[in-house]
Each structure stands twice: as C-alpha cells, then as structure tokens.
C-alpha cells in the first residue's frame, strides 16, 4: 500500500508541476524550447512520473516474485508420486498478468485522484471577489487577486496563444505591459485582453484603468521563451492581469480532460487484463481437473 501511495504522490506532484508550470517540469520544457522549438507537457509529464515511481514499482515487483517462490508447493500438481503436470511456464504467466493488472489499476487510481485534486485546485484560484487594489508603476505589485492598473497603458507585441486537445482548442492574447522610461527595462506585467480589443491595440490604442485578476508569474512558458526571443527582459516575479476568470482555469480544466482520458484508458487496459487472466485461470484448471481425477 505505501509503495502504490508513493506511486500516486508522484503523480499529483508532477501534475502540479504540469499545471503551475514550476520545478522539473519547467526546466524540461525550457530546455525542450531551446533545442527543439516547442514543448512535449504530456510526453514531459510521463516522462518524469514514470522515473520517480520506477523505485515503488521495482520493489513492489521484488515483493511479488518473493510471494511467488514461497508458493512453489503449488506449481507442480503430483499424482502416484510423479509429476504429471507442470504448471510452473502458466502459473508464472497468470502471477504476471495478476501483477500488470494491479500495476493498471494503481495507474487508473493516481490518474483518477489526479483529475480530482486538478478540478478542486481551481477552487483555490483568485477570483474577482474582494477589494480591487491598483497597481502603480515603481512600486510593489500587489498580492494575486482583482486589481486595476491604473493610468493609459502602452503595450508591446501582442502574442497569440492557443491550447486544447484535438477540435477543444481556444486562443488567448497577452501582450506585455511597456516598462516605464528610464527604469531597468524589465516587463513586469502582462495583459490578457479580448478579441474585441485586438484590432485597438493593433492600431496603436492605448486602454486605461484595466482592470482584471492579478495572478503571479502565471504566463505559459512558451510565451515567455517567445518574448525572450523577441528582446524583451521579463522580470524573475512578473504578474499577469487576466481579463477572464475562464482563461484563468483553463488549462486547469485541459489537464483534468487529459488525466481523465488517461483514467479512462488505463480503466479499460486493467479490464480488459482482467478477463485475459479469467482465461487463463480457467486454462489452467482445465489442466489440473484432470490430475486431481486421476489422483483420486
């Protein structure tokens, strides 16, 4: 039980690396953006789940094979003192079998506790319920929460961002918010605002007193690698002013798609196993009837 809960700690920690785009997670897609030009999440996250549970599985696996070897009594079936029948090859074959269902099953398990903890993690998000503090250039940003930033703001390039799964795919826009004269240039501040709004933005408009749900260091990594490219400095604790709580919790919503698609399918692998191994069982007993007759 301890190593199929390592197993799931491992999995809901890496799906919150996934989500909040931090840690080993992070480092993999910055590096996966510099060498390849694009980012592998899902690859990523299999990657780095299957590495630190191989420990939990490799022991449950020693574990499994010592039970076996103590149960040799019951791989060879004796008649008139002869053996008649060897089980060892299929009795083996089903141990294996019983072992990649549990090993399915545990999987279907963290995956399924994985899709919980993402939709209940949304719960925790900032919303615009409270007080609306001002962001003030030069000064400290506030807390994660509704703010305004306040005064004409001029943006740099806006940057278009799209994700989804297959024909559930929705863009977003951001643009960084101009750093002021004189200052050290970092961008600390980025805007989400609506299609409606692009074609203003575009042609050189400016909006005033914004305001929005301030969330900390919140702008997916490939936007940033792109910025990067594009000159820009964003600064090590920038915030980002959403327009939408939805573009908020989205990718949210994306990874609980993606971990109960993922519970579905290995819920589907561990049954149809599970009827395999009903066959064998049932091969198996085909030969042992027969001894257990001629032993009587």
Known sequence: MMLWGWACLVVLYFS?????????????????????????????FGVLATIFSAPALYLFRQRTRRRHYRAEDQLTVQAGG???????????????????????????????????????????????E???????AGRALPADGPARLAGTIGY??????????LFLRR??????????????????VFIEFTR??????????????????LVRRDLPGALIRL?????????PHYEVLYASAFTLRWPYYLAAIQFGLGTL???LVALLQKRHIRRLDRIVEDFIRPARVNKR
Request: no cysteine; proline share 4%.
């Open 171 to 188: 863009s977003e826009l951001y643009a960084p918010v101009s750093p002021p004269e004189g200052r050290e240039g970092l961008v600390r």
């Open 82 to 128: 002869e053996a008649v029948l060897e089980l060892y090859d299929a009795q083996r074959a089903t141990a294996a079998s019983r072992d990649y269902k549990h090993f399915l099953y545990g999987i279907t398990t963290a995956l399924g506790i994985a899709t919980l903890a993402t939709l209940l993690w949304t719960l925790t998000l900032p919303t615009r």
């Open 227 to 235: 910025y990067a490219y594009l000159g820009y400095r964003v600064a």
């Open 196 to 213: 409606a709004e692009r074609a203003d933005i575009q042609s050189g408009g400016t909006l005033a007193n914004r305001t929005g749900i």
């Open 156 to 165: 740099g390039r806006i940057a278009s961002y799209s994700r989804g799964l």
């Open 265 to 267: 399918g290995f819920l």
């Open 130 to 136: 409270g007080p609306v503090r001002d962001i003030v």
């Open 16 to 44: 919150w690396e996934m989500v909040a785009y931090r840690g080993l997670f992070a480092l993999a897609a910055e590096w996966q953006f510099h060498h390849l030009g694009q980012d592998l999440p899902t690859f990523t």
